[in-house]
Nanobody, 123 residues
Framework: QVQLVESGGGLVQAGGSLRLSCAASGRTYSTVGMGWFRQAPGKEREFVAAVSWGGFRTYYADSVKGRFTISRDNAKNTVYLQMNSLKPEDTAVYYC????????????????WGQGTQVTVSS
């Protein structure tokens, strides 16, 4: 089993920045691919970003490219999501997820999920 705990969410004005963290514990060797997803009220969960074990392969949703950066520190068993130039449409609950396989935008491929952290961007 892998436990994932997100932190770093909050309220920020449009144009501001936040950095989300996701700390993994347990069988961390299962966290080959790590991803961030988000779900806004009344909408389906959507892919945001993913990163490979070594951090060399990263993938982003078109809506966040150039504004968000995903990274990981395996020594700390932590993955980060740096979010810059935030927009009101980025408001959502952000979830961290871990996959036993490589990074992917497919939510069903992730076996482990965190509880989520709220990000609210005011206009």
């Amino acid at each position: 089993q892998v436990q994932l705990v997100e932190s770093g969410g909050g309220l920020v004005q449009a144009g501001g920045s936040l950095r989300l963290s996701c700390a993994a514990s347990g069988r961390t060797y299962s966290t080959v691919g790590m991803g961030w997803f988000r779900q806004a009220p009344g909408k389906e969960r959507e892919f945001v970003a993913a990163v490979s074990w070594g951090g060399f392969r990263t993938y982003y949703a078109d809506s966040v490219k150039g504004r968000f950066t995903i990274s990981r520190d395996n020594a700390k068993n932590t993955v980060y999501l740096q979010m810059n130039s935030l927009k009101p449409e980025d408001t959502a609950v952000y979830y961290c997820a871990a996959s036993r396989n490589g990074p992917t935008a497919v939510a069903a491929a992730y076996a482990y999920w965190g509880q989520g952290t709220q990000v609210t961007v005011s206009s």
